[in-house]
């Protein structure tokens, strides 16, 4: 408590260098005794760790801040890279698991194991940018965890491909109440002028809470430009989405939280005055674990262990859970402390009582209008409801649970059943898959277990995160976001009307698929497989951007193509079909190349090629597939495969001759 004195002094009284410093607390209320203020224990379930990612930070520094906020109650964050499931259901798991855009790691297993899901729109130290993590930092495990290859850079892009509108945002949201029903969704939203408008928009999409990021914490592998010039500080975008909320009767429907910069008891106390339920500490709970603040994170050259995977660095790790542990114990006590002080016996009380707040009586404090920021209006303060719950209750699928949950617990008999769909159900197979990934986890049902014949055009995001041992055979069409996330089973889509002329899937089918196998008997959308890192499947034609950041899985193509193949592809293959012979153009030659493949060298792939359309036939009966089958020999002439640079066989320089 002595050292936490220091800590207090150094940061509670720093002369005015935040919005916050410009406060100073008031009370109507006469002290209470500490007694009647709420325990330790209510106010650590406030507390979380920010999203730092296992891959950014070491194993080590990974699993100790989990252990650390499972020991008092609080929630660590998984950051977006995956995480080991040796950890699921045990004290190094991490309560809150992220799903950003490059999808990494997640798996209907991943997704199950969280209390809560976290969809990071933006970070608060590089608003707009996407993560980076340099290929000297993926190691083995970390390319394992991330379904990627080992010491290749990836590249999170800065949007979400699945979420161009408010409305997208409602579907991903809704595709997780699926997966996980238990799991509270959550949106990290950047401390920004207009975020009060964009989070009324999430807290309508049936989010459960919202996050305000604030641009004074932030990573060490942030560019310098963007550590210094981008973002803003938390208060303001607290205060505009804590009372634009209350202006649209929205308040009482979520919970918010924030972060940036966090570190004492009297930081937290302010937040919660301003609006915030909750708190997130990123740098000081890193800190904590031995952090140094060398701002080498992205040479994987930190010198105490903590943001690197070196090996022989990595056993310079000093970090424990107990460190952590003081560290939240200090700030909550501090916080009892202050509500003691100022008559309140829970945080909960203060939520929103920016009547709490005076305006320092400084003379550099009247050249601002800090009094503007503390206006008051009528409503909720608090989140009044366990969860946002959304208008589509999906009963649809939930009928058809109930009657497969028997072959789910003993899959010995498989079951096909029929049905008929309509653009209504969305997430079709998600519910279900969650409920197989939450008793076998991603290992799943042997192969065929469940086979859903289904008639009609299916609604967004059919087999999101599908689980092994589901078939779905849709005779119709699908929409958009076909087989997002999904980790097994296969979709086939056929229809009276099939054929590279028809298109019968929408935009950004199989995003962050790590799995399964989608065959769809026409023409798909844009950005098709983006993420894609484990997924075979066949189409008869794309738009734009197919194979986009690409770390896996088997594409081929059976028809044109628009712009931008390619783009950020890092492993997994595609083939494609060039009947008018102008694909070359259309690639982005950056990370890729286009070879023909109708000799000897690659009479692997030919092989393969071979199979996976000799059972495209089998599923579809494409006349196109069986026009190249039955005249491989001349049509093979015709493909291209595109791959990452450096695939093609070299001869090895070693082979002395005779």
């Given amino acids: 408590w002595e050292d936490y004195k220091d800590v207090m002094h150094l940061v509670n009284k720093r002369d005015k260098k935040f919005i916050r410093d410009f406060y100073n607390l008031k009370s109507d209320r006469a002290s209470i005794k500490i007694d009647e203020v709420e325990p330790l224990s209510e106010i650590f379930k406030r507390f979380s760790t920010a999203a730092m990612s296992m891959g950014s930070i070491s194993q080590e520094?990974?699993?100790?801040?989990?252990?650390?906020?499972?020991?008092?109650?609080?929630?660590?964050?998984?950051?977006?890279?995956?995480?080991?499931?040796?950890?699921?259901?045990?004290?190094?798991?991490?309560?809150?698991?992220?799903?950003?855009?490059?999808?990494?790691?997640?798996?209907?297993?991943?997704?199950?194991?969280?209390?809560?899901?976290?969809?990071?729109?933006?970070?608060?130290?590089?608003?707009?940018?996407?993560?980076?993590?340099?290929?000297?930092?993926?190691?083995?495990?970390?390319?394992?965890?991330?379904?990627?290859?080992?010491?290749?850079?990836?590249?999170?892009?800065?949007?979400?491909?699945?979420?161009?509108?408010?409305?997208?945002?409602?579907?991903?949201?809704?595709?997780?109440?699926?997966?996980?029903?238990?799991?509270?969704?959550?949106?990290?939203?950047?401390?920004?002028?207009?975020?009060?408008?964009?989070?009324?928009?999430v807290a309508k999409a049936y989010a459960d809470k919202i996050i305000i990021s604030g641009a004074d914490g932030g990573t060490g592998a942030a560019p310098i430009g963007s550590i210094r010039f981008a973002g803003n500080p938390w208060e303001l975008g607290l205060i505009e989405a804590h009372n634009a909320l209350k202006a649209n009767n929205l308040r009482g429907q979520v919970t918010i939280e924030t972060d940036g910069g966090l570190k004492t008891g009297l930081d937290v106390v302010k937040a919660a005055i301003l609006g915030a339920e909750?708190?997130?500490?990123?740098?000081?709970?890193?800190?904590?674990?031995?952090?140094?603040?060398?701002?080498?994170?992205?040479?994987?050259?930190?010198?105490?262990?903590?943001?690197?995977?070196?090996?022989?660095?990595?056993?310079?790790?000093?970090?424990?859970?107990?460190?952590?542990?003081?560290?939240?114990?200090?700030?909550?006590?501090?916080?009892?402390?202050?509500?003691?002080?100022?008559?309140?016996?829970?945080?909960?009380?203060?939520?929103?009582?920016?009547?709490?707040?005076?305006?320092?009586?400084?003379?550099?404090?009247?050249?601002?209008?800090?009094?503007?920021?503390?206006?008051?209006?009528?409503?909720?303060?608090?989140?009044?409801?366990?969860?946002?719950?959304?208008?589509?209750?999906?009963?649809?699928?939930?009928?058809?649970?109930?009657?497969?949950?028997?072959?789910?617990?003993?899959?010995?008999?498989?079951?096909?059943?029929?049905?008929?769909?309509?653009?209504?159900?969305?997430?079709?197979?998600?519910?279900?898959?969650?409920?197989?990934?939450?008793?076998?986890?991603?290992?799943?049902?042997?192969?065929?277990?469940?086979?859903?014949?289904?008639?009609?055009?299916?609604?967004?995001?059919?087999?999101?995160?599908?689980?092994?041992?589901?078939?779905?055979?849709?005779?119709?069409?699908?929409?958009?976001?076909?087989?997002?996330?999904m980790n097994g089973g296969q979709i086939v889509i056929t229809s009276d009307k099939a054929g590279s002329d028809f298109a019968l899937g929408g935009n950004t089918c199989l995003y962050g698929a790590t799995g399964g196998t989608l065959y769809v008997h026409g023409q798909v959308g844009e950005r098709f497989a983006v993420r894609n890192s484990g997924a075979t499947t066949v189409v008869e034609g794309t738009g734009d951007h197919p194979c986009e950041y690409m770390t896996g899985g088997v594409a081929v193509i059976l028809g044109k193509t628009g712009v931008n193949f390619g783009a950020g592809m890092t492993g997994g293959k595609a083939f494609v079909y060039d009947v008018e012979g102008n694909f070359y153009e259309k690639v982005n030659p950056e990370l890729v190349e286009a070879l023909r493949i109708d000799t000897d060298e690659w009479d692997t792939e030919m092989f393969e090629l071979k199979a996976l359309l000799k059972d495209y036939v089998a599923k579809t009966g494409s006349k196109r597939a069986t026009h190249i089958l039955e005249n491989f020999r001349t049509e093979i002439r015709k493909f291209w495969m595109v791959a990452p640079r450096g695939v093609k066989p070299t001869i090895a320089a070693d082979k002395k001759g005779e």
């Avoid at 499931?85 to 997640?106: D, L, M, W």
């Avoid at 969650?434 to 986890?441: N, P, S």
């Fill in 61 to 201: 520094a990974h699993e100790t801040l989990a252990t650390a906020m499972n020991t008092i109650g609080g929630k660590s964050n998984s950051g977006e890279g995956g995480e080991d499931p040796a950890r699921y259901g045990t004290e190094k798991n991490s309560s809150i698991k992220q799903v950003a855009s490059g999808r990494f790691g997640v798996t209907p297993e991943y997704l199950r194991s969280a209390t809560e899901l976290q969809i990071k729109v933006a970070q608060g130290a590089k608003p707009g940018e996407g993560g980076q993590l340099p290929g000297s930092k993926v190691s083995p495990l970390i390319a394992e965890l991330r379904f990627t290859k080992p010491g290749v850079t990836l590249i999170s892009p800065p949007p979400h491909h699945d979420i161009y509108s408010i409305e997208d945002l409602a579907q991903l949201i809704f595709d997780l109440k699926q997966i996980n029903p238990n799991a509270r969704v959550a949106v990290k939203l950047v401390s920004t002028a207009g975020v009060g408008t964009i989070a009324a928009g």
């Fill in 278 to 485: 909750e708190y997130a500490f990123g740098t000081g709970a890193l800190v904590l674990v031995g952090c140094i603040m060398l701002r080498v994170c992205h040479l994987n050259t930190c010198g105490v262990g903590v943001a690197t995977q070196d090996e022989h660095l990595r056993k310079r790790f000093t970090g424990n859970v107990q460190k952590v542990v003081n560290y939240f114990t200090l700030i909550a006590t501090e916080v009892r402390e202050i509500l003691a002080e100022l008559g309140y016996k829970s945080l909960e009380e203060i939520v929103g009582k920016n009547e709490l707040l005076e305006v320092i009586d400084d003379e550099f404090a009247k050249k601002f209008n800090f009094e503007e920021l503390l206006y008051k209006l009528e409503g909720d303060n608090t989140c009044q409801v366990p969860f946002n719950e959304p208008y589509d209750q999906n009963e649809y699928e939930q009928e058809i649970l109930k009657e497969l949950m028997p072959t789910i617990k003993d899959p010995s008999t498989p079951i096909v059943l029929n049905k008929e769909i309509s653009n209504l159900n969305r997430s079709f197979a998600t519910r279900i898959s969650g409920e197989i990934a939450a008793l076998y986890g991603n290992a799943g049902l042997p192969d065929g277990t469940i086979t859903l014949n289904v008639k009609g055009i299916t609604g967004q995001s059919l087999g999101a995160f599908m689980s092994k041992g589901i078939n779905i055979n849709v005779g119709g069409a699908g929409n958009d976001y076909i087989g997002k996330g």
